[in-house]
T-cell receptor, first 113, second 116 residues
């Protein structure tokens, strides 16, 4: 079955450490996205990539970094510069060529203490 | 850019009650409109969409009509079930034309709890 895989589902880190969240898709979608979800705030866009080797900042990119070396993969690194990293992180993908809706992974819950 | 305002919850209903979750938007032109649903511990799933004004999207007993006169896309269901308990998000593209149609902006979400 085609879909988006995010791993791990739960991640725990100490403050001051960088951590990388994995996102892999086998939908052959060109565009991929990272959203952050906090209680009562809905979803906020961190970064997105419409094509391999290119990505753009979203609304809350500070303290995060991404790479898009392969079409299938869009890892997100939460750096120690991110002031409030504890959150639920959602990866998504879409294919603009056929106007497909946004498909989401099941998320990674990151807790930093 | 476009924007969306969604009724905030939480909403608690008894089984078989009627559901309405309000969503209004501000947009250039008439972009597609979406409702997504998130079950506990999971990502979001597309529930329904409408691609042009006056369209009605429907799925699993849920409906929403794209009303340009009132710039609204309210979600309705005639008889909710316990299994409908989830968080519901209204969404539209960040830019109506020329941008990625997958680059969506979301309402803050409405948590629905249905009691047996």
């Amino acid at each position: 079955d085609g879909g988006i895989t995010q791993s791990p589902k739960y991640l725990f880190r100490k403050e001051g450490q960088n951590v990388t969240l994995s996102c892999e898709q086998n939908l052959n979608h060109d565009a991929m996205y990272w959203y952050r979800q906090d209680p009562g705030q809905g979803l906020r866009l961190i970064y997105y990539s419409q094509i391999v080797n290119d990505f753009q900042k979203g609304d809350i990119a500070e303290g995060y970094s991404v790479s898009r070396e392969k079409k299938e993969s869009f890892p997100l690194t939460v750096t120690s510069a991110q002031k409030n990293p504890t959150a639920f992180y959602l990866c998504a993908s879409s294919n603009d060529r056929d106007n497909s809706p946004l498909h989401f992974g099941n998320g990674t819950r990151l807790t930093v203490t | 850019g476009n924007s969306v305002t969604q009724m905030e919850g939480p909403v608690t209903l008894s089984e078989e009650a009627f559901l309405t979750i309000n969503c209004t938007y501000t947009a250039t032109g008439y972009p597609s409109l979406f409702w997504y649903v998130q079950y506990p511990g999971e990502g979001l799933q597309l529930l329904l969409k409408a691609t042009k004004a006056d369209d009605k999207g429907s799925n699993k007993g849920f409906e929403a009509t794209y009303r340009k006169e009132t710039t609204s896309f309210h979600l309705e269901k005639g008889s909710v079930q316990v299994s409908d308990s989830a968080v519901y998000f209204c969404a539209l593209p960040r830019i109506s034309y020329g941008g990625s149609q997958g680059n969506l902006i979301f309402g803050k979400g409405t948590k629905l709890s249905v009691k047996p």
